[in-house]
C-alpha cells in the first residue's frame, strides 16, 4: 500500500523555522522526483519546491526563494521541507507528492500556521 505521510508542521511567529518531512512506503522512492505544494484557504494549490530522484536539482516557487530548502535521504524514504524566515503568507496545508511517469501519488498533508 502506497503512503505518504507529512509530518513537521504546526504553529510558529512571523521569522521562525519548522522542518517538514514526508515518509514513504509502498514504492520505489528513489526511482520517484518529489514535491512540495501548499495550499491555502480559498487559494488553488501551489507548486513550492521540487527535487529530482537524487537530489542534485532542485526548484523553489520564486516567493520561497532563500527561505526553503528541499532535501531527500533516499536510504530513509524520506523528503524534507526546511521552512526558514516564515510569513504570515506561507499559512497552508503542505503537501508531498511522488511524481512518477505512470503515477502520481500524495500525502494527507500537515497544516503550516504562521502567526503572533
Known amino acids: 500500500q502506497v503512503q505518504l505521510v507529512e509530518s513537521g508542521g504546526g504553529l510558529v511567529q512571523p521569522g521562525g523555522s519548522l522542518r517538514l518531512s514526508c515518509a514513504a512506503s509502498g514504492f520505489t522512492f528513489s526511482s520517484y522526483p518529489m514535491r512540495w505544494y501548499r495550499q491555502a484557504p480559498e487559494k488553488e494549490r501551489e507548486l513550492v519546491a521540487t527535487?529530482?530522484?537524487?537530489?542534485?536539482?532542485?526548484t523553489y516557487l520564486n516567493s520561497v526563494k532563500g527561505r526553503f530548502t528541499i532535501s531527500r535521504d533516499n536510504a530513509k524514504n524520506t523528503v524534507y521541507l526546511q521552512m526558514n524566515s516564515l510569513k504570515p503568507e506561507d499559512t497552508a496545508v503542505y503537501y508531498c507528492n511522488a511524481v512518477g511517469i505512470q503515477n502520481t501519488y500524495w500525502g494527507q498533508g500537515t497544516q503550516v500556521t504562521v502567526s503572533s
Open positions: 527535487v529530482s530522484v537524487i537530489g542534485s536539482r532542485t
